[in-house]
Structures are given as C-alpha cells and as structure tokens.
C-alpha cells in the first residue's frame, strides 16, 4: 500500500457551527486526512461579495490549505442554479479548488428555505443544481462535487438522487448514509451506499457513524467505498483519521486515544479561538465539543459532568485536566499574556 488512493482517502466532513477553521486546522494538523469541506455558504438570489466566502473559508487566502497543507473544498447551499452557478464561479475565482453542494443538511430552517435536504425530494432539482455550478466552472478545471443524504422522508429515491447528481456533472458523490427524517440517530444504513455505488459510475464516499478503526473497516466492507468522510467522529477522538492511516500502512492497532491527547486539542482550540470570540461562545464550543467527545470517552464523560456549568473560560480549561499541572500553568500564563495584549 503506496499511496492514499490505494489504501482510500479520508476527508473531514463540514459541521455547521462546529467544525471551523480553527478545528480544521487542528484537527488536520493531527494527521491522516486528504481534504475538509467547509461549513455552507448560503445562496439565495445574489452574488455574494468575497468576503462572506473569506468569512466562511479563511484558508482562501493561504492557497486554500490548511496549515499542514490539507486542501479546503468550498461548500455552497441553494436552490437557483444560476444564482449557485455565478458564485461558484466566483469562489472559484478567489481560489476554491472545489466546489461542494449540500444537499444533506437536515435542519428545519434551512429545508423550510428550500435548501439542503429538502432538494431530495425532486431527482430533477438535484440534476439542475448540480448542472448550473457545472456549467459555470465549465473549462476551470474545478470539480463539482455533492453531499447527499438517502432521502428526504425515506430511501426510496436515493438512488435516484445519487443519479441525477452524476448527471449533472458531479465529480464524486459524499453519501450521509440516513435520510434527514433519521438525522444523526444510529444506525448508518451503509448497504445502502452500496446500492447507490452500483447504480453510479463516479467515486462515492461514505459517512455516517464511523467512530472507531473497526467501523471504518465495516463501512468500507458494507458500502464497498475505498473513501470515507468523518465529522462527529472526529470531534469525538481527533486521532481516528490518523489511526486509520497508520493502520493502512502498517496493519497495526494503535491504542485508543489518551483524555490527555483529547484535552490538548480542546485547550488548543480555546487558545486560538479567544483571540477573535467572546470567552462565553468559546466556553459554549467548548461544551459542544466535549458532549460529542464524551458519547465515546469515559473520561470526557466524567469531566463534562464536572464542565457543564462553568461559564468562564479560565476555570473551565483548569478542571479540564486538573492533573496535568506544569501544562496548565503554563498555558494559563500564556492565555493571561494574551489577554493583557488584546485590552
């Protein structure tokens, strides 16, 4: 196994509110993933000036890459063909070297505008979004890529989708293996996947409840990808994409994530954060990190019992690991410099 297009490709999936350019960079930096999607640029009826995609994909700047070189795909939101095919030719030309739809996100206020999900309902809206962007980026040399998930409602027309999506130009397909009714409640339906990779010809990527080095072999094995995205799951062990690569190359089992490895990127992520957030949202992150951390840690379970109600940032991060003293007393001194610098 020579290369990650053997062994298959791992990318870390887009999370609203949750995974954004600090955590794609730390959690890249960590090792085994070949590209991140960003959170969605909502299109409605106009052609959106540079910097909402600056906001939303800072990397842009920095060659569209994250610190450690992970290439950063741009992902837009919408329904108007034209309107998503002029941005998106418009992040192409700021320097998107992809160009990503949704057409999974399951949440009320983005269906109830007729985005998302919502598009799964019609194989033929999901053709002409997906051939508008196309269109647009015709000659670029960007690729077009979707998100899907199996459905709307139910799976009956997943294949379609999956279809309709290849026939508008779609490069390769990401499939969230759950409808949006299912949302994010076990089980993936990863036999599924594998329907829509018989009825398809472009590459086909699987997500949804990879959490462990044997999950990631069983979906594989069920859905016949080569590739898969990880989202939760990364937040909940920020080592997997690099336990997965290592045993691709040497078949050997690493050892589970240590609490402290966990606690680094979490101290990581409010040091860098605070600088440009408020100490209460950064807390608020923090706790919406940890609650997807302890679903599959003991560790992160008991310290987010005893994190739950600390509202500061500074005590938050002492209890976090309240063993490992040197390390916290120096990244408190450092935090206090910082906040002496920015007053």
């Known amino acids: 196994m020579s290369s990650t297009s053997a062994v298959g490709r791992i990318g870390l999936a887009p999370m609203e509110g949750v995974i954004d350019v600090i955590t794609r960079d730390l959690l890249t930096a960590r090792g085994g993933f070949d590209w991140a999607v960003t959170e969605f640029v909502r299109v409605t ?40 095919g002029d941005n998106a030719r418009r992040a192409a030309e700021l320097g998107a070297p992809c160009i990503d739809i949704n057409f999974g996100c399951p949440a009320k206020t983005v269906n109830r505008h007729d985005g ?50 290849e026939a508008g130009g779609a490069a390769s397909l990401v499939v969230h293996a759950r409808t949006r009714r299912e949302g994010y409640r076990p089980p993936a339906y990863w036999q599924w996947v594998r329907r829509i990779r018989q009825h398809v010809s472009v590459e086909t990527v699987v997500n949804g ?7 990631y072999q069983r979906a594989r094995a069920i859905s016949g990808c080569d590739h898969v995205m990880l989202g939760r799951a990364a937040l909940a062990d920020p080592l997997l994409a690099a336990r997965i690569r290592h045993w691709q190359a040497t078949g050997e089992h690493q050892p589970p994530t240590r609490w402290q490895d966990r606690s680094t990127i979490l101290k990581e992520y409010a040091y860098q954060a605070s600088q440009s957030v408020p100490e209460k949202v950064v807390v608020s992150l923090l706790k919406q990190w940890l609650n997807i951390m302890r ?5 992160a379970a008991e310290r987010f019992v005893e994190l739950r109600r600390i509202r500061e940032l500074s005590p938050f991060l002492q209890t976090l690991n309240p063993s490992d003293h040197s390390e916290r007393e120096e990244k408190e001194e450092a935090f206090t410099a910082l906040q002496t610098d920015r007053q």
Do not use: M, Y
């Open 45 to 84: 009826d106009t052609l959106l000036p540079p910097r909402v995609f600056h906001r939303i994909c800072p990397e842009l700047v920095h060659r569209a890459e994250t610190s450690c070189g992970t290439p950063v795909h741009l992902q837009l939101l919408g329904s108007n063909p034209e309107r998503l």
């Open 116 to 165: 998302g999900a919502s598009l799964l309902k019609t194989p033929q809206r999901v053709e002409a979004v997906v051939a508008g962007v196309h269109r647009a980026l015709e000659g670029s040399g960007i690729p077009v890529t979707a998100k899907l998930r199996l459905g709307f409602e139910d799976k009956r027309l997943a294949v379609a989708c999956a279809q309709a999506a």
């Open 209 to 215: 409840d990879i959490w462990t080095l044997e999950d």
């Open 295 to 299: 679903q599959h840690d003991r560790d």
